[in-house]
């Protein structure tokens, strides 16, 4: 496998680590670095979906989830809620990853504070209270209640595709129409904001920020602004998590992902020195090759190269998996990357030069040095997995392009 980056790019990736190392002590940096280099292990993250009845909530859960209405394990829609307890729906890919659907608070008549209770608050990093017309009083005393318990929420206002639907027939304006279309889709959302605004200003509000969305099309609308909002307002660990275990549902989403492996990756090759030397056949010196599967395999599945996200995204969009999976050059499935997967990319010899330079480079970052494994187990574990993770990307990129190509009629 030929390398995906250049010595130069690595060069400037390295000067980074470097000076984010200068700035703190060896030992706190090798501490975190560990610490933080499982996150995905040891964090856990949960996201409450609540609402009155009919609001959309299930029917956003699995848009979160990337998922039709249809598919196995989907949340149930479209049906009266027959249960009162909280249903949890978590990503085979990432358990430690879980969205909620709640009970409407009206529904089960209590008050906001013995919902909460009920509900199990604290169980949740932060809440959605969605409403798909007026937000009630129920709504915003939620809202009061989970604030008063120091935790994040926002409210969401769905199926604004069938106001736009809507305003446009009532409007007399042909599909084909795409300028009175365009036109008219900014003047519903306008008056739907306006209305959102003024309804919870009338609930007592102070300042109201309503997300307007659509199950139908999450890169549309407030989602990604709403997904911003919510990521910005995480505790960096969580915010980080938060990113990988989403599917890829915006046009930003890649990048987002590639930002946070890249500063899991340092903290992996790091984490990989202090693990200390494993010696392996052909090296003349030792590296974790555990810590290199093992974030391969995550790599894989953040950017959704595994088969399980893969056939969930083929269902979405109505295409067989094996279509997607034909543009995937690099990134093998999840039972692919292996410890004889990663020594075969070492022996290649075009690999094997860049190490030596990466090395060289090295030792311009003397600190490292004096870590338990050296220079070389970081650089090895560094390269290794900054190559995988330029490639997953592309291929990441490729597959979301061939997603959303028009189906071949036949
Ligand atoms: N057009 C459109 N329909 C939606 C949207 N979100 C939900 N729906 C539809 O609204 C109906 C109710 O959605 P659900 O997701 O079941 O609502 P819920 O809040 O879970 O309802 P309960 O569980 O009964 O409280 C279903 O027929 C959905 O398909 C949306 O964004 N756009
Ligand atoms: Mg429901």
């Not at 949890?88 to 358990?95: A, D, H, K, R, V």
């Not at 995988?388 to 061939?402: G, H, I, R, S």
Request: charge should be neutral; aromatic fraction near 8%; glycine fraction near 6%.
């Amino acid at each position: 496998m030929d390398p995906a980056i250049t010595i130069e790019s690595l060069k400037k990736d390295l000067a980074e680590v470097k000076a984010a190392l200068e700035q703190k002590k060896l030992e706190d940096v090798s501490a975190e670095a560990q610490q933080q280099s499982n996150l995905l292990k040891n964090i856990r993250l949960a996201i409450a979906i609540t609402g009155s009845s009919g609001a959309g909530k299930s029917s956003f859960v699995n848009a979160l989830r990337g998922m039709k209405d249809r598919a196995e394990g989907a949340a149930k829609t479209g049906v009266k809620e027959t249960t009162m307890v909280p249903q949890e729906y978590s990503y085979p890919t990432f358990p430690n990853f879980k969205i909620w659907d709640l009970p409407g608070i009206g529904t089960v008549k209590f008050s906001a504070k013995e919902y909460l209770t009920k509900v199990n608050f604290s169980n949740y990093d932060f809440f959605i209270i969605v409403s798909s017309g007026r937000f009630t009083e129920d709504d915003t005393n939620l809202a009061l209640e989970i604030q008063k318990n120091k935790k994040k929420f926002y409210y969401v206002r769905s199926k604004v595709d069938v106001d736009i639907d809507n305003d446009r027939r009532s409007k007399g304006i042909d599909l084909e129409d795409t300028h009175e279309v365009m036109q008219s889709e900014k003047e519903t959302l306008d008056t739907v904001r306006k209305d959102s605004y003024d309804n919870l200003k009338a609930l007592g509000v102070s300042s109201p920020r309503v997300f307007l969305i659509s199950r139908w099309d999450l890169s549309k609308y407030d989602f990604p602004l709403l997904q911003e909002t919510f990521e910005k307002e995480q505790d960096e660990l969580k915010r980080d998590v938060l990113i990988m275990c989403l599917p890829i549902l915006t046009k930003d989403s890649i990048k987002k992902k590639k930002a946070a492996m890249e500063s899991l990756i340092w903290k992996k090759a790091i984490a990989s020195c202090a693990v200390g030397l494993i010696p392996l056949p052909l090296l003349s010196f030792g590296f974790d090759i555990s810590i290199v599967v093992s974030t391969m395999r995550d790599i894989g599945k953040v950017f959704g190269l595994d088969d399980y996200s893969l056939n969930i995204l083929a269902n979405r969009v109505g295409k067989p998996v094996e279509e997607l999976k034909s543009v995937i050059e690099h990134t093998p499935s999840t039972d692919k990357i292996t410890a004889e997967f990663v020594m075969d990319i070492l022996k290649s010899s075009a690999m094997w030069g860049t190490i030596t330079v990466v090395e060289m480079v090295l030792d311009f970052i003397p600190l490292l040095g004096s870590l338990y494994g050296g220079g070389s187990s970081f650089a090895t574990t560094f390269y290794l997995l900054k190559n995988f993770l330029e490639n997953a990307v592309k291929d990441a990129e490729k597959v979301q392009a061939k997603a959303a190509e028009p189906k071949r009629h036949k």
